[in-house]
Structure formats: structure tokens, C-alpha cells
């Protein structure tokens, strides 16, 4: 061979090892860029949440089949990684854009993917929460980890389970508390967060109790230690939080008082086993309370309203009163007399249940499964629905969230 053809062949080498390398570096790049890409999102989503300003839209990008991918999050792998091991695909409402109702749309999605300490759940209903509507708005981002869709809790039926869960087999008949992923077929959850579906009730009704059940039991009986013969306050008492405050506070035997906005919906709450019913909209809650007890005001009060109520609250608590708030519909931001506190010797506390960690929402699970499943089993905790949905019409459910005409809870069924 001469001189000149080996000079040749080996530029001719050189160049396919280039352009081997190329290739390579290109791979590594584009999951690098996805990757990347993902925690930017959460970056951007937790910084606008901070600013009350919109998210971005997290579940816009299409894979190569036109199906539309979660942003992969810590913890999952990678929509690349997921075709390539034949991921395959489930109908999810997706927000297309943080705005109004009509951004809900039924989208082709894929699969959510199963971790070892997850089990994969058929979903057979998922219920509505006011958190949902934040999301919708892009102000209440999915924790870091979880899937980007709505929904908090659901019920169904056990098709897969991961390598490290012993309790849960494929065919158990389940509800869920979850972190999100419920608007959709299909949802992995922690296998901590699943609570058998309780024999006598609906396997679709089942999905109205998890996130009631795990707020108020962690809020009102394990933090402000609710007991027996004490008085109870709940707002929003025809809430989906407020339905189930009613019964599970009348079933471990408190006095219960609530508020609400109608007489129809007064009506409900008393027929519900609620002791003393106030309209908040013609009546003073303050004086109606202090006349009710004899001066003395109530033991605990969960709130959901927040600032508007402070106040208020803080006069209408007795002596070693504990005050609970879960939500903010009238505000967040209010000033404190520490004074009442002091001489009331008063307990304020405040929690919100999505953003704590599984392990913590496992032990919830426990205590609701130990306190308060018997009370659902034995019919004297009801679920409360006042109207199924398609998913496919998970705009119309929203609409009906909005205009606080309902009682109780709002299901979709796949
Ligand atoms: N921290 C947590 O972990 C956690 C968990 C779940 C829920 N939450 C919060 O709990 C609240 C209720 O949630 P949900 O899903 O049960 O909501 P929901 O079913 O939509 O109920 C909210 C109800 O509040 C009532 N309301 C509005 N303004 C009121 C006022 N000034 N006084 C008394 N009631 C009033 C409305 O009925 P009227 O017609 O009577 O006004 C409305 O139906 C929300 O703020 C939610 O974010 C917090």
C-alpha cells in the first residue's frame, strides 16, 4: 500500500470516529436537555407560585406519536427512556393552558410509569378539590416528583404493583390519597397512601373520602386532639371537607356547629347530624356562638377561609381553644392581638396535606384507616356526592366547583 492510501485510510477512520462520537455526544445532549429542561419547569413553577403567578404549562410536549408526555420529574425516568422500554398510553385531562375551565381537555398521555414502592391503580372515580381549581389556574404546582396532572384521591382497582410492596395483590379494590395523577385512567401512588375501598360503599363513591378523611383527621383529631363531649366549629359546612367534618366529629361524639350560606344547604348539614346551623350571610357567627354555649365559645374550629375569619375565629374560641386552618378563601394575610392568645391560652396551627412527604402521609393513612374507616364501615360516616361527571367533562364539573352551588362532593369517572 502506498504512502498515499494510508494516509487515506486513516483520515478515513479518523472521520468515522468522529462522527461516532458525534452521535454519541448528540444522545447524551438531547436527554441532558430534557433533564434539564424538567427541573427548570419545577424551578419556574415553584418561583411563580411564590409570585401568585401563572405556571407554565407543564403537560404541552408531544412525543414523536403525538401523545402527550408529563415533564419527567426526579425520580422517573425520561420520556426517551420510557418509549424505548414500550411505555403505552391512557386518557388524562391535561390543562392545556393555566386559565379557566375550558383548558381541561381529554388527552392520549402515557402510562404512568410504576415505582418499586408504588402500586398502579385502574381508576374507577376521582373526586374534585378546591386545590384542583389553583392548579388549573397555575398557582398550586404538583410537588416535585408527582405526576403533572389533577386530582388528588381515587378509588379503582389494583392492575400492578412494584417490586418492594407486600400488602397490596393486582385485583384489590382501593382508594387513594394522592399527590396528584387522579383525572386520568391510570395512577401510580405510593403503596403507603392506599386504603382498602370500605365494604358498603361504592367502589366509585369510595374516591370521595381520602382527602376529607386525611385532612380532617390530621388537622381537627390528631393535631388540635378533638374529644368526646367537647364543642366543634367547622365553616363551610356543606364543603366536601365540611360534610365529613359533620359526621366523623358527630361519631366521636362533639357537639358540631356550622356555617354555611343557604337555608337549603343548612338544611343538609343538620340532616347530617350538625347541632347548631348558622347562616354566615344573615347572621353575626360571633354572637349565635357565645349565645349557643353561654359565653363560652367553642373548643375547636377548623377554617377554611383564612384572613376574613381571623378574628373572629380567635372571639369565638373558649378558654384553651384550639384553632385549625386548612384554606384561604378569604384571604391570607391578617394581623394577630397576641393578647387573646395569652389570656384565652388559645392554639393556632395551620397545614396543608399535599406537599408533605409519603412517608408522613403514610402515617395519616394509617390513623384514618384505624379511626375512621370503622366509623364508614358501620354507616355512620356517608359518603356525600352530588353528581358524577365523565372525565371527558371535567370543564363542566370545575364550572360547578365554582359556583359553590354543590354539597358535599364532585366525582369523574373515567
Ligand atoms: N389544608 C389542606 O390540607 C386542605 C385539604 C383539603 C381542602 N382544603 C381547603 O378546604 C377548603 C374546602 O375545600 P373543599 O374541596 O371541601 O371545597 P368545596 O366543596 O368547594 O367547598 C367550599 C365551600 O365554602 C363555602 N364558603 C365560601 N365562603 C364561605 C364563608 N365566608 N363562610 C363559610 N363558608 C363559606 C361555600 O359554600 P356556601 O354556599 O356556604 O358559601 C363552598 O361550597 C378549601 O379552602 C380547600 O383549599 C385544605
Redesign the pocket.
Known sequence: MSNLSRVLERQQKEREEIRRRRAEEDRDADEEEEQMLAVAVCMLNQSRQHRRRRAPNVNRRRDSRGIVCGVPSSGRSSPRERKRKGATSMKAVVITTPGGPEVLQLHEVEDPELKDNEVLIKVEATA????DILQRKGMYPPPPGSSPYLGLECSGTIEAVGKQVSRWQVGDKVCALLSGGGYAEKVAVPAGQVLLAPPGVSLQDAASFP??SC?VWS?VFMMSRLSAGETFLV????????TFAIQIAKYWGAKVFV????KE?LAFCKNLGADVCIN?KTEDFVARLKEETGGKGVDVILD??GA??FRRNLKSLSFDGRLFV?????GAVTEIDLRVVLSKRLTIQA????YRSPENKAAIVREVENNVWPAIVAGKVKPVVYKYFPLSEAAEAHLL?ES?K?I??ILLLP
Open positions: 374534585l378539590n378546591r386545590a382527602e376529607v385532612t388537622t365553616h363551610g359546612g356543606s364543603s366536601g371537607i365540611g356555617t354555611a350560606g343557604s344547604k354566615y377554611i377561609i376574613e375569619y386548612i384554606g384561604t378563601m378569604g397545614a396543608g396535606l399535599r366547583m359553590s354543590h358535599g362532593k
